[in-house]
Every structure is written in C-alpha cells, then in structure tokens.
C-alpha cells in the first residue's frame, strides 16, 4: 500500500492489468492485509474484480501465489496463472507471454529485461533459443534480469500444491527446471522499477507520471 502519486502502488499495477484486459485479480496479501481487503472491497478498478487471499504466516513468493490460487473463487476452470510482483513495475505489452498458454512446447514463462546495472538482481541465462536454464546470483555489470512477470500453467500449480514457505527464484524455478519443466524467456523493451528501496521508492511517483498512458 506504499503511496505513489496519490495512490496505492498496487492501484497502478491493477491499472496496468485492465488497461490490458485483465478482469480479475487475486491480491497475496500478507502485511496490512485487512487494510489492504478493506480498500479494495470499495476501490476496484471499473470493470475488474479484486479477490484478496491472506498470508497468515510468511509463505514466500511462491508459497503466497500458491494460496491465493487455492483460495480464488471463478466462474470458469483455469487453465494457467499470469503473476506479478507486488513491489515492481515492468510495463510492456503482456501479449507475447500470455501466448506461452498456447504454446504446447512450454510450461510457463517469464518476461526479462535487459539491465545496464544488475547488482540488485540476479540474472537469468537462456540456452540461446529463447528457453531458461538457471538463475545467477547478483553481480554488477549488464544483464537480462527477471522483470517479475510470469506466465505458468495451471498443470504446474497442481504439482506444487501444499508446498510451504516456497520461492519463486530460490526454489520453485529451479526445482521445475530439474524436474525438465520448460519456461520461456520473453525478453521485452520495457520500462521497469521495483520499489524494494527507498531509494527506489523515491522515484515511483516520476515513473508514474512518465508511464501514465498505461494506465
């Protein structure tokens, strides 16, 4: 709920989402969750529809996904998950990674974002045709670096169920990649910003403004 431009950080990635045809949401909330339940049952944006899942205790990335998913309600089965990062910002267009739903050869992907600085990521290393291999620890210099977007099958959340605490990057990507699960990389021109510092934070409100046709 951290204030950016006189909202909500997470009212201007649900923007983002509708404003890209996306009607539904499911909040991971943790901190402040009944806060964060109580805004959203009044201030949804038109024309979507804001379900709230909450973290009693820490579950990790992965593991607050994981329960939102099981405590989502839809009118219709679904067949895979579009998940982004609650504290980051990559905007481009989401076409090209929900086409991974489609693709017979993919369990899932990820958009990335090529980075002049990666110290405060890790980065990611593809087999040259567009597939990941691993993550890499943090280092400086430039790199292609997990812009926190992802698209993965329902047939992957069903081999994870009940799985707890669980991260993205630490555990469950790595544990898909042993077990020969195949994760597209789409790589994407994009503005990006992650609000993990207040160094960061700082420049949210700018990012905003600069990116206000997206929302």
Known sequence: ???????????????????QGVSEA???TGYLSEAIETYYAKNSPAGM??????????LGTAGGFLNACEGA????????????????LTIAKLEPLLKCADD???????????????????????????????????RSGSGLINAGVYLLKSSIVKEAAG???LSFE??????????????RVVECEASFLDIGTPETLIQAEDFVRKNAAWF
């Open 104 to 138: 017979l050869d993919a369990d899932g992907g990820m958009m990335a974002v090529e980075l002049e600085d990666t110290s405060r990521f890790g980065t990611l290393e593809t087999d040259g045709k567009g597939w990941l291999r691993q993550f890499r620890e943090k």
């Open 49 to 58: 529809r804001v379900q709230c899942a909450r973290e009693n205790v820490p």
């Open 170 to 183: 630490g555990e469950l990507f790595p544990a898909l990649l042993r077990a020969g699960k195949r994760l």
């Open 73 to 88: 309600h839809f009118h219709q089965p679904i067949s895979a998950w579009l998940v982004l990062n609650g504290d980051s």
């Open 163 to 165: 799985k707890r605490p």
């Open 1 to 19: 709920m951290a204030p950016v431009a006189g909202r909500p950080f997470l009212d201007w990635i649900l923007a983002y989402l509708r404003r």
């Open 26 to 28: 499911v909040l991971s």
